[in-house]
């Protein structure tokens, strides 16, 4: 047990996915696993394990927020012998080519700052996806019948945003949507050697204001969860 996680030693996979809702994480693994197993409750941060295809597997819920996401990502990794971290999650889309619905497999991770920056310093780490789960990330989402996007997403320190000005320089440059883990992920699996990606769905716009609603997202989401865990176990 950790002081976030009260898993007991082995009940926890070597593959996690790692949804910020933990209600989210008891729908996925109740969905796509098999005998799935509830093995944490602390702090309401539910996590399950199970098998997908004779794989094992963990979901475990990450919390709100890129400090959020840095201490169950670090106690997983840490203390629990994690080697496979997927974020799965939602985002705002940042492009006109990118519609509410759609699937986006980001290659890096853009930040004004995560908790990692204060190792950093004044140096300016580009964090990046492992590229064989990206890999086939994109060769499980060709299979299927999503719209997938690849390339660059920005994982923001707010949710009710004041900076219009750097959102329209996000759009600029290509980014594809906002959400608000994915630079620590691909920040703490460069430090410990493990494998990290985030496959994330558009809920939302920030160009036109469409939002899916709340009873159309799990649904939506299922795409990306069966990604994630075909990509996994390639």
Request: charged residues 20%; proline residues 3%.
């Amino acid at each position: 047990m950790t002081i976030h996680i009260g898993a007991e030693p082995g009940q926890i996979a070597e593959t996690v996915l790692m949804p910020g809702d933990p209600l989210r994480a008891k729908w996925a693994a109740e969905t796509f696993l098999e005998d799935a197993e509830q093995v944490n409750n602390t702090r309401g941060m539910l996590g399950f394990t199970g098998t997908y295809k004779g794989n094992r597997v963990s979901i475990q819920g990450s919390g709100m927020g890129m400090p959020s996401f840095s201490i169950y990502a670090n106690e997983l990794i840490r203390d629990f012998g994690a080697k496979t971290l997927i974020r799965i999650g939602s985002c705002g889309g940042m492009q006109d080519s990118v519609s509410v619905r759609d699937v986006i497999i980001a290659m890096t991770a853009s930040s004004v700052s995560t908790p990692s920056s204060t190792i950093f310093r004044e140096f300016n780490f580009a964090p990046c996806a492992d590229w064989a789960l990206l890999r086939a990330a994109v060769a499980a989402a060709e299979s299927r019948d999503v719209t997938t996007h690849v390339g660059g997403i920005y994982s923001s320190d707010t949710f009710y945003d004041e900076r219009p000005d750097l959102n329209e320089q996000m759009t600029r440059h290509g980014i594809l949507g906002v959400e608000m883990e994915a630079a620590e992920l691909y920040n703490l699996a460069a430090r410990y050697g493990i494998r990290g990606l985030a496959i994330v769905t558009v809920s939302d716009h920030l160009l036109t204001g469409e939002a899916l609603p709340a009873d159309q997202r799990e649904r939506s989401f299922g795409d990306m969860v069966e990604i994630a865990l075909e990509a996994a176990f390639a």
